[in-house]
């Protein structure tokens, strides 16, 4: 069977930065290092007033299109994932489309559009998408491009602000992929919950402690379903395990858990038993409370072993490296912790061809995906060609004032008007509600 998956990827980040030891912590009276060590988190991207998530996920579209030497006639699908839609018919992805007939002789008049919305994890469905309509035949030999944008913000004050974020992420997903192909396999843990939602309103509404809780109890979910289809996970047989990343510190507990889940009644377990003793059974115990404290014990012991750090520093850690810079991309912080983990592996001379990834999704709502992707050949020459470290250093640094400024003009129930700070070029700029952007 050929092989379906990743055949490039291009990301595009908001044009401005918040400082979040320097600039956020002393404002809001806080340590700096609850960010850095406790998030997890340096800086957040932020989008300048001439940005918007048409413009980014046309930016990063445009240079995907552009260094694969692809004309719209290659393309038969446009999938704009976002939770930050401003247009409740027309989808986001005709503005996009509207945006690259600028540039390209042809149209994409020829190609199936739509918007996807499951919070987060609406990305990643939209790659399934792609990935079913290529497997069925439907493609006539075309390639599908998903985009996933988000405008990250949360109200000013809200816990959450810390964690804001703005970027795109584009994707091709095509027959024999040049990055990563994608597994048949998934797994889901799905349920009806409101701890992050916003009901006809910009900003969410979240019950941020308990988000933390419902991305666990679905990731684990969604880890035994991927184990009901795929047989038992062995961590040794991935390479990195990229997870959705509202910000590392949730990372850092979902991986813990991931962790705890795979070597129950393993050889691992074994070899850790006489140091931390063996992992608690919820059936050896009288009430929920007492089982409770127990794994929290076996956890804050595991946390430490030598053997869950080498893991994680290995596997986990490489996937952060840009999120710590960006903070919450929303649909596209999953597929930033892929790039992040094969950046480092570049920078590292590893050869990631036919390594496999472990990779999880999740969406407030709330929905956890698991699958699997296998490297592909050409994965170096992908990644080689981004210019993720130049994007970010040219972010214009936000002093307080300015970010309160940017984040009312971002604020669709304001109507504020803020001078740029810094110039586009060549690239797409937002030219008011509903309209797409014009190419400067
Ligand atoms: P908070 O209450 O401001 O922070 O909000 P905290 O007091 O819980 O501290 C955070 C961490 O920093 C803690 O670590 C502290 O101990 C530590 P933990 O105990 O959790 O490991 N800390 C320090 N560490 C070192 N030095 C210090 C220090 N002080 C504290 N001085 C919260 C945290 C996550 C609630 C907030 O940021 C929030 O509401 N965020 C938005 C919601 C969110 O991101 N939830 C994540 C799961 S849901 C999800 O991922 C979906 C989402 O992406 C949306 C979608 O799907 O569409 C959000």
Redesign the pocket.
Known sequence: MTAVGIDAIEIWTGNLKLDLPGTFAPQKG??P??Y????GLNASSFPDSYEDIVTMGANAAHRLMDRKGLEPDDIGRIDVAT?SSFDNSKPVSTYVAGCLEQVYDGDFHHANKGERKF???AGTQSLDDAYNWIRAGRNRGRSALVIATDT?L?ARG??????QGAGAVAMLISEDPDLVELSAEQGYGSADET??LKPNQQF?S?D??R??Q??LARMREALEDYESVAGDVHLDDFAYAPF?T??P??V??AALLAYRHVIRNTSVEDELADDIGRQPRAEAFDTDDEYRDALRDYMDSLKETDRYQEWYAEAIDPTLSISREVG?W??G?VHIARVSALKEALEDGRDMAGERLLVGS?????QAEIHAEIVQDGWEEEIDALNVDEQLAERYDMDWADYEEIHDAHNHEMDVDVEEFTTPSEEFVFDGWGRMGERK
């Open positions: 806080e340590d290092e609850k850095t060590k406790g998030l939770e919070a987060c994890i990250a949360y809200d816990a959450g602000e810390a964690t701890d992050f969410p979240v941020g402690k988000s933390v419902v991305y959705h509202p910000f510190g949730m850092r507990k919450n929303y649909t912080s999740y969406g407030s709502g709330a």
